[in-house]
Nanobody, 124 residues
Framework: QVQPVESGGGLVQAGGSLRLSCAAS????????MAWFRQAPGKEREFVAA????????YYVDSVEGRFTISRDNAKNTVYLQMNSLKPEDTAVYYC?????????????????WGQGTQVTVSS
């Protein structure tokens, strides 16, 4: 069992960068694939990026490919999302999730554990 806690959100101008962190309590962090999702007002929660248990494989939604980078440090029980070249359409609450399924690009229903979310706002 893990309990993710996100941090690092904030307000940034278009073209800027932010780095989100997700610290997960529990001794089984490395047993889970980790993912970032986001939810904008009035929209469904959508997949953003995922990373394998070892960190050797990463997957992204097309809209962030080349701009966002997911990584993890299993020694620190932490997963990161480096977001560069941010756009106003990236504005959303970003959630960290742990999942045990085999999907490379999970849906929200695949998550086993969720963080509380962190707000990212990109101004134009």
């Amino acid at each position: 069992q893990v309990q993710p806690v996100e941090s690092g959100g904030g307000l940034v101008q278009a073209g800027g960068s932010l780095r989100l962190s997700c610290a997960a309590s529990g001794r089984t962090f490395s047993a889970y694939r980790m993912a970032w999702f986001r939810q904008a007002p009035g929209k469904e929660r959508e997949f953003v990026a995922a990373i394998s248990r070892s960190g050797g494989s990463t997957y992204y939604v097309d809209s962030v490919e080349g701009r966002f980078t997911i990584s993890r440090d299993n020694a620190k029980n932490t997963v990161y999302l480096q977001m560069n070249s941010l756009k106003p359409e990236d504005t959303a609450v970003y959630y960290c999730a742990a999942y045990s399924g085999a999907k490379y690009r999970p849906t929200a229903r695949d998550a086993d554990y969720w963080g509380q979310g962190t707000q990212v706002t990109v101004s134009s």
